[in-house]
């Protein structure tokens, strides 16, 4: 059964850089893409960007100043940092896997976890 | 990039079906047949129930069924059950980028 749990800090001040870490079970990070989503309160999902297991990326352009994510296949890991952040990167994080292989759908979510970006 | 139009709430007796729509433009929706459809109870994680615009992966119940033409992309639940109320969220493909749709609560009357 394939596991994808998100951990972190759920409170963050504003012009700081937000850490996230997506640690997954039952299945290797290998050949698949991995991305994080946001969902701010009462609003829908935006995707943040994907890293496949090898490192490469691609991220939202809305979000690409201030995105970084990262791969620790060791770990069964990947992380997202999220530089210079206001009360709008308030939200629900989730990290997902693509599915098929692919990176445009996502087949296994965390549970998401809520950051708030709050003095 | 816009988020896609979905219509924000559709409340269906049991048993029946209920349409979705989600709108975008030829940037998205109208150049590419990746679109997916997410069902989300809140509080737990989403699950994927359709993708390239008809596919339907492992577990999801033919029930389930999308089409698309031109610039909207459409899901349809047939026979809907009490456990099929959730928010549902379309999304596309858009030239290196994800859009997800603005979602649409499903209410089982």
């Known amino acids: 059964q394939v596991q994808l749990q998100e951990s972190g800090p759920g409170l963050v001040k504003p012009s700081e850089t937000l850490s996230l870490t997506c640690t997954v079970s039952?299945?290797?990070?290998?050949?698949?893409?991995w991305s994080w989503i946001r969902q701010p309160p009462g609003k829908g999902l935006e995707w943040i960007g994907y890293?496949?297991?090898?490192?490469?990326?691609n991220y939202n352009p809305s979000l690409k100043s201030r995105v970084t994510i990262s791969v620790d296949t060791s770990r069964s890991q990947f992380s997202l940092k999220l530089s210079s952040v206001t009360a709008a990167d308030t939200a629900v994080y989730y990290c997902?896997?693509?599915?098929?292989?692919?990176?445009?759908?996502?087949?296994?979510w965390g549970q998401g976890t809520l950051v708030t970006v709050s003095s | 990039q816009s988020a896609l139009t979905q219509p924000p709430s559709a409340s269906v007796s049991p048993g029946q079906s209920v349409t979705i729509s989600c709108t975008g433009t030829s940037s998205d929706v109208g150049s590419y047949n990746y679109v997916s459809w997410y069902q989300h109870h809140p509080g737990k994680a989403p699950k994927l129930m359709l993708y390239e615009v008809n596919k339907r992966p492992s577990g999801v119940p033919d029930r389930f069924s999308g089409s698309k033409s031109g610039n909207t992309a459409s899901l349809t639940v047939s026979g809907l059950q009490a456990e099929d109320e959730a928010d549902y969220y379309c999304s596309s493909y858009a030239n290196s980028n994800i859009v997800f749709g603005t979602g649409t609560k499903v209410t089982v009357l």
């Open positions: 890293i496949y297991y090898s490192g490469s990326t």
């Open positions: 039952g299945a290797s990070l290998s050949y698949f893409y």
């Open positions: 997902a896997r693509g599915y098929n292989q692919h990176w445009v759908h996502f087949d296994y």
